[in-house]
């Protein structure tokens, strides 16, 4: 065989072997991102117009989880924070853009690869947008806060997880104004307290 043809092999074997060199180095910068030791992930709608240091830090978030006694300080060490779209979604002359089910369905991936790789303790959605598709139904707030359950999220492409939802934390949401609700609120932050052993 000629010179010419053996040149082509090398190269060839060369290329498969730096292309899976770099396959190896994106799976490992990727997995290097979504792994972590937290014990529970709190999913939102989408992330702030503006990223802040403490996310949820402009919320009712934090002094819910005072309740249970749990500081702002403690919350960032145990819990992970994402949302159901990875970038603001953008305005509208109401306010912020609610994620299209385009956008939801195009970031979910990367959920379910973080969801599968850490097994949380406890996936916790906060507000509607966020319950209906962890939970994979249309809930009612009324019947799904203050309870947990063991469910596979995302229409099944995860491991089966406990799930306690909460109410939005936003000052927008009126809620957990209600005294009746305020119980289901408490009651779903002591399942929160219980299953993370705190």
């Known amino acids: 065989m000629s010179r010419l043809f053996y040149l082509k092999q090398n190269l060839m074997f060369a290329y498969f072997r730096l292309s899976n060199i770099c396959d190896i180095l994106i799976f490992m910068t990727q997995y290097s991102t979504i792994q972590n030791s937290k014990l529970a992930l709190i999913i939102g709608q989408a992330?702030?117009?503006?990223?802040?240091?403490?996310?949820?830090?402009?919320?009712?978030?934090?002094?819910?989880?005072?309740?249970?006694?749990?500081?702002?300080?403690h919350a960032q060490s145990i819990f992970e924070f994402d949302a159901l779209?990875?970038?603001?979604?953008?305005?509208?002359?109401?306010?912020?853009?609610?994620?299209?089910?385009?956008?939801?369905?195009?970031?979910?991936?990367y959920l379910i690869k973080k969801i599968?790789?850490?097994?949380?303790?406890?996936?916790?959605?906060?507000?509607?947008?966020?319950?209906r598709h962890t939970l994979n139904m249309e809930p009612d707030l009324n019947k799904v806060v203050g309870k947990s359950f063991y469910l596979s999220p995302f229409s099944g492409k995860t491991e089966a997880t406990l799930v306690i939802p909460l109410p939005h934390p936003s000052g927008v949401s009126?809620?957990?104004?209600?005294?009746?609700?305020?119980?289901?609120?408490?009651?779903?932050l002591l399942l929160i307290k219980q299953n993370l052993i705190l």
């Not at 002094?63 to 300080?73: F, N, V």
């Not at 779209?85 to 089910?101: L, N, Y």
């Not at 009126?174 to 779903?188: D, I, M, Q, V, Y």
Request: aromatic share 10%; net charge positive.
């Open 174 to 188: 009126t809620w957990s104004f209600k005294e009746s609700n305020r119980h289901l609120l408490h009651s779903a």
């Open 116 to 131: 599968n790789i850490n097994k949380f303790k406890v996936v916790i959605p906060v507000g509607k947008l966020a319950i």
């Open 47 to 73: 992330p702030p117009e503006k990223n802040y240091e403490i996310p949820f830090s402009k919320t009712r978030l934090y002094k819910w989880l005072e309740e249970i006694s749990i500081t702002k300080e």
């Open 85 to 109: 779209v990875r970038a603001f979604p953008g305005k509208t002359t109401k306010g912020h853009k609610i994620p299209s089910e385009i956008e939801i369905a195009r970031d979910r991936p």
